[in-house]
């Protein structure tokens, strides 16, 4: 069974670049939409972006929500089945637990199982 | 404000069935992408409820259905139960956004 973990720093200060990782077990890499989404308080979800990493040929695609395009940046690293997101110019409205999925679907993710258990992370100095 | 609407809250007696809206447009549900839903509980990692408009994943049960029209999907709960309370997410892809979009979730409470 497939399992998603976050690991990152917790607090971020302002202007700051967040670094997360996602550490994927029990199962391949390759051939899926690894996916970004967080919730800010009292908000629901948002889609951050994802990485396919693909089976057939060598090479990485990646897919950004346009209102955090210009800041985000996901990255893949197989040889460790892990993933990761980095954020920069942190500001108070990137406070949100950010979780990890893995996301299937052809030409882009469609639906979004399993997720990671999240991980907070709050902006400020 | 989310791209695709739901009720902020639903609430229903258990056994009882309730149903959950979402509403979206012609650049997403009604340009023919597919609807998934999710059940949250705070503090844990949401799970994969229905996908593909109507399907389940291996061990949600049939309680759980869902459906697809025009520019809305709706999920529906048969015999509620009290582990049914959480927040309930529908998500698609918006053709003019270029994005996954998700809707603002459902709290359901069972009373």
């Known amino acids: 069974q497939v399992q998603l973990q976050e690991s990152g720093p917790g607090p971020v200060k302002p202007s700051e670049t967040l670094s997360l990782t996602c550490t994927v077990s029990?199962?391949?890499?390759?051939?899926?939409?690894w996916s970004w989404i967080r919730q800010s308080p009292g908000k629901g979800l948002e889609w951050i972006g994802y990485?396919?990493?693909?089976?057939?040929?060598?090479?990485?695609?990646?897919g950004y929500n346009p209102s955090l395009k210009r800041r985000v940046t996901i990255s893949i690293d197989t040889s460790k089945s892990q993933f990761s997101l980095k954020v920069r110019s942190m500001t108070a409205a990137d406070t949100a637990v950010y979780y990890c999925?893995?996301?299937?679907?052809?030409?882009?993710?469609?639906?979004?199982?399993?997720w990671g258990q999240g991980s907070l992370v709050t902006v400020s100095s | 404000q989310s791209v695709l609407t739901q009720p902020p809250s639903v609430s229903g007696a258990p056994g009882q069935r309730v149903t959950i809206s979402c509403t979206g447009s012609?650049?997403?549900?009604?340009?023919?992408?597919?609807v998934h839903w999710y059940q949250h509980l705070p503090g844990t990692a949401p799970k994969l409820l229905i996908y593909?408009?109507?399907n389940r994943p291996s061990g949600v049960p049939d309680r759980f259905s869902g459906s697809k029209s025009g520019t809305s999907a709706s999920l529906a709960i048969t015999g509620l139960q009290s582990e049914d309370e959480a927040d309930y997410y529908c998500?698609?892809?918006?053709?003019?956004?270029?994005?996954?979009?998700f809707g603002g979730g459902t709290k359901l409470t069972v009373l």
């Open positions: 998500q698609s892809y918006d053709s003019s956004l270029s994005g996954v979009v």
């Open positions: 999925a893995r996301g299937t679907g052809r030409g882009g993710p469609n639906w979004f199982d399993p």
């Open positions: 990485i396919y990493d693909s089976k057939t040929y060598d090479g990485k695609t990646t």
């Open positions: 012609t650049s997403n549900i009604g340009a023919g992408y597919d």
């Open positions: 029990g199962g391949s890499i390759s051939g899926y939409y």
């Open positions: 593909g408009n109507r």
